[in-house]
Nanobody, 127 residues
């Protein structure tokens, strides 16, 4: 049974940092791409970062480039999202999704390509 479990969401002040984790079970991530998406109330789901697990190729949305870093730990079958200099507009439910294979560079943020999803973790940036 494939399962993705996110963790690490919390309430943090503007300018603070958080590290989210996406742990996979029941599936080896070697031939997959893991994407982080977020959805704020009243807004569409937004792809913010993705990593091709085997080769480490990464993608970032312009809104988080330079502040967020995606990485992976093969031994733990886990993908991380380090989020620095958080802003109020980063407040959202963050979810990770699994894509079988490697997306084209223009496709990594297309949620419909990801077929397994975690339950999400809440990130709230507020003073």
């Amino acid at each position: 049974q494939v399962q993705l479990v996110e963790s690490g969401g919390d309430l943090v002040q503007p300018g603070g940092s958080l590290r989210l984790s996406c742990e996979a079970s029941g599936f080896t991530l070697d031939a997959t791409t893991i994407g982080w998406f977020r959805q704020a109330p009243g807004k569409e789901r937004e792809g913010i970062s993705s990593i091709v697990f085997s080769e480490g190729t990464t993608y970032y949305a312009d809104s988080v480039k330079g502040r967020f870093t995606i990485s992976r730990d093969s031994a733990k079958n886990t993908v991380y999202l380090q989020m620095n200099n958080l802003k109020s507009e980063d407040t959202a439910v963050y979810s990770c999704g699994l894509l079988d294979g490697t997306p084209l560079p223009t496709q990594w943020a297309q949620a419909e390509l990801y077929f397994y999803w975690g339950q999400g973790t809440q990130v709230t940036v507020s003073s």
